[in-house]
């Protein structure tokens, strides 16, 4: 279930629009499971996922001082990458419109489909769900001369480098710590596989479904038989970018 977190800023308006760009197969998965997939966050292709910026990292000799703080400073590092095996994370892209980019970047082949839906119906679809799911827009900065806050090492997971700024990531994160006796123990010791699977009702979830502008009739035609006989009840549409220019 949706629950709200400081570390995690909502966008300005709850209806904002959000997108997510998948080939044929994904798309499939998602109905057929009833489910949305969270990629254990040191399985994505960004490298830097779940880091601190060269300016944090620099800044902390200075800020920590004597015994204590070298034994931590040490640490540190090891509890940062081990912890990226316990967040697990679903992205979106955050736009009033269909991208051209998107469709190229995530979506490459003519068999995809984008999924639009809102801020608020992306909070609702898990109200089923059992995990606990914080919802957020990513911060992009500078890692040689911006800070990230301190106070939570969740914050990492909703920073990137200001060259990913045209992806306008919102995300939705689990932090699954696993224990033994009641005591946190490393990640990396108990948890295994690329990522976990989220119940979610699909309706609540989907607003419509865009097929690609560079898809054939007949891939529409399918994606709409396949929406009409799993009976559910959101529209599919023509992606806007196939629309004739007039002169």
């Known amino acids: 279930m949706y629950e709200e ?21 994904k798309f ?15 399985k994505l292709s960004v490298g830097h996922e779940g880091s601190y910026s060269y300016c944090d990292v620099k800044a ?9 703080a070298e034994a931590y ?18 992205c979106w892209h955050l736009s009033t419109y269909e991208s051209e980019a998107m469709w190229n970047l995530y979506a490459k082949n003519e ?21 606990t799911i914080f919802i957020g827009k990513v ?18 997971f909703v920073h990137k480098r200001k060259n990913y700024e045209h992806e306008k990531e919102l995300r939705a994160v689990i932090m699954k710590l696993p224990s033994e006796k009641g005591r946190v123990i490393s990640p990396n010791q108990v948890i295994s596989g690329s990522g976990l699977y989220v119940n979610i009702d699909i309706d609540k979830l989907i607003e419509c479904v865009y097929v690609s502008p560079k898809a054939s009739d007949w891939f529409y035609d399918l994606i709409k038989s396949i929406i009409i006989k799993s009976d559910y009840g959101f529209d599919v549409l023509k992606s806007d970018l196939c629309r004739s220019p007039r002169y």
Request: charged share 35%; hydrophobic share 35%; aromatic share 14%.
């Open 139 to 156: 911060s992009y900065i500078d890692y040689d001369t911006e800070r990230m806050p301190k106070g939570n090492l969740l914050y990492p």
């Open 73 to 90: 400073l040490k640490r540190l590092p090891k509890v940062a990458r081990d912890l990226r095996e316990a967040i697990f994370i679903n």
């Open 28 to 42: 499939v998965s998602i109905l057929d499971r009833r489910a949305l997939f969270f990629v254990r966050s040191d």
């Open 111 to 131: 068999e995809s489909i984008a999924i639009q839906s809102t801020y608020k119906k992306l909070k609702e679809c898990f109200d089923s769900s059992s995990e």
């Open 5 to 25: 977190h400081y570390v995690f800023i909502p966008p300005e308006e709850d209806d904002a629009k959000i997108w997510r760009y998948m080939d044929f197969t």
């Open 60 to 68: 902390r000799c200075d800020e920590y001082k004597g015994d204590a």
